[in-house]
T-cell receptor
Framework: GEDVEQSLFLSVREGDSSVINCTYTDSSSTYLYWYKQEPGAGLQLLTYIFSNMDMKQDQRLTVLLNKKDKHLSLRIADTQTGDSAIYFCAIGAAGNKLTFGGGTRVLVKP | GAVVSQHPSRVICKSGTSVKIECRSLDFQATTMFWYRQFPKQSLMLMATSNEGSKATYEQGVEKDKFLINHASLTLSTLTVTSAHPEDSSFYIC????FGGGTDTQYFGPGTRLTVL
């Protein structure tokens, strides 16, 4: 089955850019997603990218997809304290069945 | 984005009782909903795929007789944890699939924290 890996933790200073990385194994995915989870809450869809795209930008968020290396990244520009959360990448298979990475805990320091 | 609600947000029950969790898509119709379980500091584990008007598809290792799923309408799926035990205590999250018009996305509910005493 699909295997999705993320680094566990990222610390960043307020105002800097954050880059969260994700690697996966299944190259047949059509959609790849980034979700944000705050403590005790559900998942909030941040953005997604089609597998035939290399990059997608949405305000402070930039998603890069390297299909050859099976690498997905999320860049958050001008990181704010409200961006502190756990970020999950998710890879979509047939029927939109998602496989999640383990999540990256982002801590934004003032 | 689309809105998905869950009810209740938190429930505490005694061992042996059954608990029903509702998942509703508020502003779109969802023929497919998903149920996940999340342990502390861990990722989401897919339990089952709920399809409107048909039987749910369970992931390997998930007991279908213990976790009953009903998807009776295009906006509502329910998960019933039957004869709950302390090991069933967890954070249960549902999602609804928004498919069509060039998109294929899951929108998640806020989760239900179940504590079994």
């Amino acid at each position: 089955g699909e295997d999705v890996e993320q680094s566990l933790f990222l610390s960043v200073r307020e105002g800097d850019s954050s880059v969260i990385n994700c690697t996966y194994t299944d190259s047949s995915s059509t959609y790849l997603y980034w979700y944000k989870q705050e403590p005790g809450a559900g998942l909030q869809l941040l953005t997604y990218i089609f597998s035939n795209m290399d990059m997608k930008q949405d305000q402070r968020l930039t998603v890069l997809l390297n299909k050859k290396d099976k690498h997905l990244s999320l860049r958050i520009a001008d990181t704010q304290t409200g961006d502190s959360a756990i970020y999950f990448c998710a890879i979509g298979a047939a029927g939109n069945k998602l496989t999640f990475g383990g999540g990256t805990r982002v801590l934004v320091k003032p | 984005g689309a809105v998905v609600s869950q009810h209740p947000s938190r429930v505490i029950c005694k061992s042996g009782t059954s608990v029903k969790i509702e998942c509703r898509s508020l502003d779109f119709q969802a023929t497919t909903m998903f149920w996940y379980r999340q342990f502390p500091k861990q990722s989401l584990m897919l339990m089952a795929t709920s399809n409107e008007g048909s039987k749910a598809t369970y992931e390997q290792g998930v007991e279908k007789d213990k976790f009953l799923i009903n998807h009776a309408s295009l906006t509502l799926s329910t998960l019933t944890v039957t004869s709950a035990h302390p090991e069933d205590s967890s954070f249960y999250i549902c999602s609804a699939r928004d498919f069509g018009g060039g998109t294929d996305t899951q929108y998640f509910g806020p989760g239900t924290r179940l504590t079994v005493l």
